[in-house]
């Protein structure tokens, strides 16, 4: 459970909550609760990847906690940082906080030890203009250093649509730079499908933006569309300086399957992943997310948390 914010505080949990109204309703949507399930051993994880030469920050995607977060902000960070996370992530609608609440956020995070390497953002953060600005001012406040586009705006549809998309970005890049900030780009499933002509989406993003420009990747997806993780890593290296570690299996989601495994419970091969990321990659943080499991937003954080100081540990 979050640990309740004490009332004198300097971090004023009122004022936090009322400013957390600015968040949108849908965030309420898909409460994952407790549910009583016999909590079961997660699946041997392959140990085939090399030492670890440095330590690399183990983040959350605070998607995973979206129902926890819309109703207690501060309390679910605190709550992230209690598990052992060594950062966050923000979604999209932390496009609305205003300057002051920003700073505060981040007020609380240097108090609590964590850190923001990157955000999701719709495509309004990498547009010239008040959009772009007003991206640039949040992101760097709460010290974030990499603009991640989570998805492609609607209707972009075929390889010229694609491209275009591309010039966009790769003009972001260049407009991001002076100000201390990467563009990048999130998998999804459908970028891993053939385009006319036989050209993956992923193949015309990674080949019509410039090597700074990031490709983060997210291994469920690339594992549901069946395609191969470590040829992928190894054909763009370097730029995968950020990994999404959620698992994925075969099955329906009524059979806790798909992606609502726990992190090692799929048939995600890790070990082959972090080898190829942290040797080819160029990975600088990792990212557990998490759509939704048999357990509650927090209890799945901590149990996906635990497998991969697990992984981690049998790695060594």
């Known amino acids: 459970m979050p640990h309740p914010i004490a009332d004198n505080e300097a971090f004023s949990r009122r004022r936090f909550l009322a400013l957390s109204g600015m968040l949108p309703a849908v965030l309420l949507a898909q409460f994952i609760g407790n549910r009583a399930y016999a909590a079961a051993t997660p699946s ?174 997210d291994v469920g997806t690339c594992m549901e569309a069946g395609a191969d993780p470590i040829a992928w890593i190894k054909a763009n290296p370097g730029r995968i300086r950020s990994v999404h570690l959620k698992d994925w299996a075969p099955g329906k989601a009524s059979d806790e399957k798909g992606y609502r495994v726990l992190f090692g419970e799929g048939i995600s091969p890790w070990g082959e992943i972090i080898a190829a990321v942290e040797s080819t990659g160029g990975v600088d943080h990792y990212l557990m997310e998490q759509e939704g499991s048999r357990f509650s937003e927090f209890e799945t954080a901590q149990r996906c948390f635990t497998n991969w100081k697990t992984f981690r540990q049998q790695k060594a």
């Open 44 to 217: 041997a994880l392959p140990v085939s990847a090399a030492k670890e030469t440095k330590k690399i920050p183990l983040g959350l995607e605070l998607y995973s906690v979206r129902t926890e977060l819309a109703r207690d902000l501060p309390g679910t960070l605190r709550e992230v940082a209690r598990i052992g996370y060594d950062s966050v992530e923000f979604y999209a609608p932390y496009y609305d906080w205003t300057p002051p609440y920003a700073k505060d956020v981040r007020s609380l995070m240097d108090d609590l030890g964590l850190r923001c390497h990157s955000t999701h953002n719709h495509i309004e953060s990498f547009t010239p203009g008040e959009g772009m600005a007003k991206a640039i001012e949040l992101n760097q406040i709460i010290g974030a250093r990499q603009l991640i586009l989570s998805m492609a705006p609607k209707g972009t549809e075929g390889v010229e649509a694609w491209k275009n998309l591309c010039g966009r970005l790769s003009a972001a890049v260049d407009q991001l730079k002076p100000h201390g900030l990467a563009a990048g780009f999130h998998n999804h499933q459908v970028e891993w499908v053939s385009l006319d002509g036989g050209q993956r989406i992923i193949d015309v993003i990674a080949g019509h933006t410039p090597r700074e420009f990031v490709l983060q990747f």
